[in-house]
């Protein structure tokens, strides 16, 4: 009987993590670091615009909503391209047109054609973070996969953060605050964007997966040998991939034909709907409260303890230095037995909901409302880490970006409604702002006590059909191992 070839996942974890993962990391860096860029400087540029284009409070609020609405739609459209056209088409395309219109937005002589630059901005920056995530989940070993994409998206995210308030501080005091150094400010945000498109187009290489499931097996077969001369491994089975014939998984003829097939309506199927539900709601509830922290919170510093732009933003980049903290905390966590995945985004609701009840109740000291605060963006700042491992494993290779996609653009519609929201809130009373975190928190943590489905230790799926052998494991377990792991444990020992 002849021996069947490896699958991917055993090729993967054979050629281990070595040059291939970090120059594809260091690659996609780039493009996340341009997005943490893009995020915080808008808030920064609120007195400039205000002057500059006669806004107000809440015209400053639209302005962001616009930018917002161009991420959603980067959002849905970027996840499309990426399942239809591979993941290396998708993010260069969208790096592209996120470098063309950023530059366009710096030279903007007037708040309407800023607009419609920042709208295009958003649609290419709103594609990065999860075709990103996707790609690198799909090239990672097994025991790199979840410490890869956490460093990805969350301390990369940070550290363009760090980048942005401390360049923006820079900039400020260099060119005065009367001058147009936001101009100048935004062209520095788009550097990294610039970068990475030339390392896209030349080093950069499609996912495995994404190929696998449209049979180009020769395609896959030269990349695992430039993954194993790279990383210095041995080849297993000659480059031979386990195979899964079109029929078997409901491709028919059309497999190898990208439009064909899209699968994304599986993702309201019976296997999946319950997994699609919950990662709309958790990115729902990411967007609105990480986004509209880094919108608002700014602001009450002006506005409560009368601070400066240099003295707002250093708070600010103290909140993404703690977000780090956490972040590098969760890629331990989350491997954690018992814990996972599901377990790290109750943890990390919980605890953001109790951090804004505490900021509630704490607003006349200074020092104590912006620790309070850094605490806050750094608890929320890891389970919108998490939901990119998690979401990328709960999915399979054939619609993975587009539901990501598709499911982080309620965040991103979220994140859109959340300028106009939490200005009307801070007109009302600032502790309405908090309790509207809270309650946002308080959603995620039930919907992720709901959702019973653990991926740790679990590997990719290349189709949706191969959930129904989960299914039935996970089906076979009490109902207390399935919703509280921990505590089932501790019960039996």
């Known amino acids: 009987m002849v021996e069947a070839p490896p699958s991917l996942e055993e090729h993967l974890d054979a050629a281990g993590f070595g040059w291939f993962q970090m120059r594809l990391f260091l690659i996609l860096s780039l493009l996340v670091v341009a997005d ?66 950023g530059t366009f937005s710096a030279f903007a002589p007037d708040i309407f054609s800023f607009c419609i630059a920042r709208f295009i901005t958003g649609i290419g920056v709103g594609a990065i973070i999860p075709v990103a995530d996707s790609h690198l989940l799909e090239w990672s070993p097994a025991p790199w996969r979840a410490r890869l994409a956490m460093a990805l998206v969350g301390a990369a995210f940070a550290v363009g953060t760090l980048i942005a308030c401390g360049v923006g501080i820079a900039v400020h005091e260099l060119f005065g605050a009367d001058s147009e150094w936001w101009r100048v400010m935004l062209i520095i945000c788009i550097i990294p964007g610039f970068m990475s498109l030339p390392a896209i187009f030349f080093l950069l290489p499609e996912s495995m997966h994404w190929l696998l499931v449209r049979g180009r097996h020769d395609e896959v077969k030269e990349l695992l040998k430039q993954l194993n001369s790279l990383n210095s491994t041995e080849l297993l089975s000659d480059g031979n991939v386990i195979q899964f014939t079109p029929v078997e998984q409901g491709g028919g003829d059309d497999a190898d034909q990208p439009l064909m097939n899209w699968r994304f309506l599986e993702a309201f199927g019976s296997e999946l709907l319950g997994t699609t539900a919950y990662l709309t709601v958790v990115f729902t509830a990411c967007g609105y409260i990480y986004y509209g922290h880094i919108f608002i919170y700014p602001r009450l510093l002006e506005m409560i303890f009368d601070l400066k732009l240099k003295e707002a933003y250093t708070a600010v980049m103290v909140g993404s230095l703690a977000e780090m903290c956490v972040v590098l905390t969760m890629m331990f966590y989350m491997d954690l037995e018992n814990i996972g995945r599901r377990g790290a985004m109750i943890t990390g609701f919980s605890l953001v909901c109790v951090a804004s009840l505490l900021v509630m109740a704490e607003k006349q000291d200074e020092t104590l409302f912006k620790i309070l605060n ?120």
């Open 36 to 101: 943490g860029m893009e995020m915080t400087v808008l808030s920064m540029l609120r007195e400039p615009f205000k002057r500059e284009f006669g806004l107000d409070d809440y015209g400053f609020a639209a302005l962001g909503s616009v930018i917002f609405a161009g991420l959603l739609v980067g959002n849905l459209s970027g996840g499309f391209v990426a399942d239809a056209f591979g993941r290396r088409a998708a993010l260069l395309s969208m790096a592209s047109l996120f470098c063309i219109a």
């Open 374 to 493: 850094a605490v806050l963006r750094a608890m929320v700042g890891g389970p919108f880490t998490v939901v990119y491992v998690y979401a990328g494993e709960l999915l399979p290779s054939t619609l993975r970006s587009s539901t990501i996609s598709f499911c982080n653009s309620f965040g991103r519609l979220a994140a859109m409604l959340a300028p106009v929201v939490e200005t009307a809130a801070v007109h009302i009373d600032v502790s309405l702002v908090y309790f509207t975190f809270s309650l946002v928190a308080l959603a995620a943590v039930v919907a992720s006590i709901l959702h019973c489905r653990e991926t740790l230790g679990r590997p990719l799926l290349l189709y949706t059909s191969q959930l129904k052998e989960q299914h039935e494991e996970d089906e076979k377990q009490p109902l207390l191992t399935r919703y509280a792991p921990l505590i089932a444990k501790w019960r039996a020992g």
